[in-house]
């Protein structure tokens, strides 16, 4: 507890000046001083035995209530005061009859009068610090008054029986070292006394609090007055005793209060403080839990803030393995928002028209309760936009062990498997492009001489029907063959000449009009081109042949009819997407053929740009038609992507760079297109 404060002070001295009780009795001591002051002047011993007596009896007095009220005094500390009254008193009671001219005690003179004011005070100044470490512990009476015995009993042996005692004045000398230093010594302990005392003000009523501090505080002045006389009759040594009557009183005062006429009020008043320092301590909870609550919502935001952010989203299950809480970002994967999937499991997730790659060893891990990491599968989402995702979990236990469910994470890795399909298909279609386009090559040039020695034979064979026959199938099988050979050259790239850019508008339209006699009645087309799109980086003539491609798979999809949807928008690639897509950053045409037949299935679907692959019926088709598609796309400088899923229709999504206006094959990107090679 810190030291008095001025303010507290203050008050203090202003309720003394209110209690009428305390103002009679200071005025009565006032009076006493008085007449104490005017026997001094007529007879030095009469008034030093008076003082020494009235001390004496204020101390018998207070030793006297501090006994009786043993039982009901609320202060620890007051009543080891009081309780050591006995010991004071009488060493004060023959410092008295021993002072010089008493002649009481045998020879005793000054110096053993001294030794006896030294001794008391030395035992004064032990109790004053003793009792600011009883404030709440009550020491046993016997054992107060058995030490305080022992301590006086030895006092008077080590002066008039051992005769150990240092000396204390000297006649005709004055005060020894000794005594001076006992002096110092004593006025220092009061000081510590003060300073222990105010740092446990709070087990004090204020009132009690201010008398005893007080009454201990004087002890100070008291005996530094006493290191300055040189005359045991002098005018300092009575000073001294004046200041000594007024301690005793003012500890007489702190008995009477408490002991007395307010002996629960010590009670009332811990009560009071108790209760103070309850609120105290619950504001100070409240204002913990306030901060703690402010800290949690801070953390709580920072942690949404995080998840908002995140790529992944977050999940937690039963022990059915139902989601029970999803974060938001799950509605971008699944297209449906969180509150519609809680209640659903893993297994609802899988779309079980693909692979289900991972998916087992998911099912294998919840059923162990193990934790699992980086495991993927095919998500079902709406429209059959073919999204994969990946998860990690750990399985949660509450404190007693019991199974609670699952808290994991989701990452769609969609992008992340596009971009490495891409990759691998560009790098399957460069690898199979070389090879074929050198085996298409030397082929074509081996049909050469086919054809046209065929033709020669022709001319030369005569009115021979029968060989005629035999010629023209070799002719029309050769002039096929070419056909095919250059369709492979097409996909490869290998030979291509420079051309102007293409107009996608114009080319959907040229498209559509020569596919138009071979498209049934069932099948609608629609056209949905933005207005004002600028020229690709492939030919007209290519775009039209990638076009009738699409356009037919889209046919021969719809057996049933359906609709056929041609789409064109423009689009500006950012470098996180395009590099992903192996792409340049910057404009582009978006071209969509989507139509709603029936669809593939993932098998399928990966392998749809390889060479000689196939769906139809033996007889009905090359499988080139798209490795041609990709081939032109590719080359140009552009990237082709399909979705598709069993009864759920198909998209092919080309992007194709814009062209700059200042040369043929060059795109906005900087980048050369055409050519050997080119765009793989």
Not at 271 to 290: F, P, Y
Request: glycine share 8%; with cysteine.
């Amino acid at each position: 507890m810190s030291g008095t404060q001025p303010s507290a002070i203050r008050s203090t001295f202003t309720r003394w000046l209110r209690d009428r009780s305390f103002l009679s009795g200071l005025t009565a001591l006032l009076i006493l001083m008085a007449v104490l002051g005017t026997v001094m002047r007529h007879n030095y011993l009469l008034f030093h035995l008076c003082a020494e007596l009235f001390a004496v009896a204020v101390a018998m007095t207070i030793f006297t209530i501090a006994w009786n009220t043993r039982d009901t005094n609320q202060s620890p500390f007051l009543a080891f005061v009081g309780l050591s009254m006995p010991g004071i008193a009488l060493l004060d009671l023959l410092h008295a009859i021993a002072f010089p001219g008493m002649n009481v005690i045998g020879e005793a003179g000054a110096n053993q009068s001294t030794q006896l004011w030294i001794a008391a005070r030395g035992l004064q100044a032990a109790v004053f610090l003793a009792a600011p470490l009883l404030t709440e512990k009550r020491l046993r009476t016997g054992d107060v008054l058995l030490i305080q015995a022992a301590v006086v009993a030895c006092t008077l042996l080590s002066i008039f029986t051992f005769d150990i005692m240092p000396d204390s004045f000297v006649p005709d000398v004055g005060l020894t070292p000794f005594k001076v230093s006992a002096e110092y010594a004593f006025s220092t302990a009061a000081v510590v006394a003060c300073l222990l005392l105010c740092r446990k003000r709070r087990q004090f009523e204020p009132k009690v609090f201010g008398l005893t501090f007080a009454g201990i505080a004087l002890l100070a002045p008291q005996e530094l007055i006493f290191t300055l006389y040189t005359d045991p009759h002098g005018a300092m040594n009575a000073l001294g005793h004046f200041i000594k009557i007024l301690s005793f009183y003012l500890l007489y005062r702190a008995i009477i209060v408490t002991a007395l006429q307010n002996p629960y009020d010590l009670a009332f008043y811990r009560m009071r403080r108790s209760e103070e320092a309850l609120r105290d301590h619950l504001s100070g909870l409240e204002s913990l839990i306030a901060t703690r609550t402010a800290e949690l919502r801070e953390s709580e935001a920072r942690w949404r803030a995080l998840l908002e952010c995140s790529n992944d989203w977050f999940w937690e299950t039963d022990e059915r393995g139902r989601f029970t809480a999803l974060s938001p970002r799950a509605q971008e994967s699944t297209g449906r928002g969180g509150a519609e999937l809680l209640g659903f499991t893993h297994a609802d997730l899988l779309d079980r028209n693909r692979p289900e790659e991972d998916f087992p060893a998911l099912t294998e891990a919840l059923h162990r309760r193990e934790p699992f990491r980086r495991l993927s599968f095919p998500l079902a989402s709406p429209g059959g936009s073919g999204r994969w995702v990946m998860v990690s979990g750990t399985p949660r236990y509450d404190g007693n062990g019991a199974f609670l469910g699952y808290r994991g994470t989701t990452s769609d890795i969609s992008a992340r498997r596009q971009s490495a399909e891409a990759a691998r298909q560009k790098q399957t279609m460069a690898a199979l492009g070389s090879l074929v386009g050198g085996l298409a090559h030397e082929i074509n040039n081996l049909l050469q001489p086919v054809i046209s020695l065929s033709d020669l034979a022709r001319g030369r064979a005569g009115e021979d029907r029968k060989l005629h026959t035999y010629l023209n199938a070799i002719h029309d099988s050769g002039v096929k063959a070419r056909t095919i050979m250059r369709d492979v050259l097409q996909f490869a790239r290998v030979e291509v000449a420079e051309s102007p850019p293409g107009n996608l508008e114009e080319a959907v339209h040229s498209a559509l009009e020569l596919a138009a006699p071979s498209m049934p009645a069932s099948i609608e087309t629609l056209a949905r081109l933005e207005p004002g799109l600028k020229a690709v980086t492939i030919t007209a003539t290519e775009l039209t042949q990638v076009l009738l491609n699409l356009i037919q798979n889209a046919r021969d999809a719809m057996p049933q009819g359906g609709t056929l949807t041609i789409g064109a928008r423009s689009l500006l690639l950012r470098e996180r997407d395009a590099s992903r897509r192996q792409l340049g950053e910057g404009d582009y045409v978006r071209l969509t053929v989507a139509d709603t037949g029936t669809g593939m299935d993932e098998a399928t679907r990966q392998r749809v740009f390889d060479p000689f692959f196939t769906t139809k019926p033996v007889g009905t088709g090359t499988g080139l038609g798209l490795s041609v598609v990709y081939g032109i796309v590719r080359n140009g400088g552009g990237d082709i992507l399909v979705e598709s899923a069993p009864g759920r229709g198909t998209s092919f999504i080309i992007d194709l760079p814009t062209a700059l206006t200042g040369g043929p094959g060059q795109t906005t990107h900087g980048m050369l297109v055409h050519g050997e090679g080119a765009g793989r």
